[in-house]
């Protein structure tokens, strides 16, 4: 099962996408007028990133895309009573290379390899697209190597233009993240990333 959260544009194209292979799949969003709702309201409950956990204890989808303007696996972590940690997230604006930080706000860092608005199906060439530069490697792999100790989901492309991460490792960070004071948490693809320090 697909578990898709948000039902805007994103969340809407990724619905077409899993309804014509004939996926499972399920879309969560607060808003019950959101396009994917109107299209799909068989599919639809009415939810937010914030009751994911929770969400995906219960349907233990394969994957979990992310389709909402927000990081995602970080809201969902509120309900485990964690809240934005700003010191540490702070930080990562030294610990990572000054030319893929993109901005910094509310506890979280949104880096990538392309500043400028990425091809709306884009297979994550090794070659940016549009910049025209390689890509030195994986933005994934990046965030490992330069934050210590950080739990990064690791956005797999499905199709064109649509990724996520999978169910079993978003509920295996929740595991440790209960056990847990502190968290840094990473959503990433090969391109871009949102990084997000959290602490109870």
Same mark, same amino acid.
């Given at each position: 099962m697909i578990l898709i959260v948000g039902g805007g544009k994103v969340g809407e194209k990724a619905s077409d996408h899993f309804s014509? +292979?004939?996926?499972?799949?399920? %879309? @969560?969003?607060?808003? /019950?007028? +959101?396009? &994917?709702?109107k299209k799909y309201?068989?599919?639809f409950s009415k939810a937010s990133a914030s009751q994911l956990v929770e969400i995906a204890?219960?349907? !233990?989808?394969? *994957? @979990? @895309?992310?389709?909402a303007p927000i990081h995602? &696996? $970080?809201? &969902?972590? #509120?309900?485990?009573? *964690? !809240?934005?940690?700003?010191e540490v997230a702070e930080s990562f604006l030294s610990w990572l290379p000054s030319r893929i930080i993109l901005s910094y706000s509310m506890g979280s860092v949104v880096v990538s390899y392309n500043? !400028?608005? +990425?091809?709306?199906n884009c297979i994550q060439p090794e070659?940016?697209? %549009? #910049?025209? @530069?390689?890509?030195? #490697?994986?933005?994934? =792999?990046?965030?490992? *190597? +330069? %934050?210590?100790?950080?739990f990064v989901l690791v956005s797999e492309s499905l199709a064109p233009g649509i990724g996520g991460f999978k169910g079993e490792n978003f509920? /295996?960070?929740?595991?440790? &993240?209960?056990?847990? /004071?502190?968290i840094i948490v990473a959503t990433a693809c090969n391109c871009h990333g949102?990084? #997000? $320090?959290?602490? =109870?």
């Open positions: 014509r +292979c004939g996926k499972n799949f399920l %879309i @969560i969003d607060p808003d /019950e007028n +959101c396009g &994917a709702a309201p068989e599919n204890e219960k349907y !233990k989808p394969d *994957f @979990i @895309i992310p389709a995602v &696996a $970080a809201e &969902a972590l #509120t309900s485990l009573g *964690f !809240k934005a940690d700003y500043r !400028k608005m +990425c091809l709306e070659i940016c697209p %549009i #910049t025209k @530069i390689k890509k030195p #490697t994986a933005m994934y =792999k990046l965030l490992e *190597f +330069c %934050i210590p100790k950080v509920l /295996e960070v929740v595991r440790k &993240a209960r056990s847990l /004071e502190k949102v990084v #997000t $320090a959290l602490r =109870k």
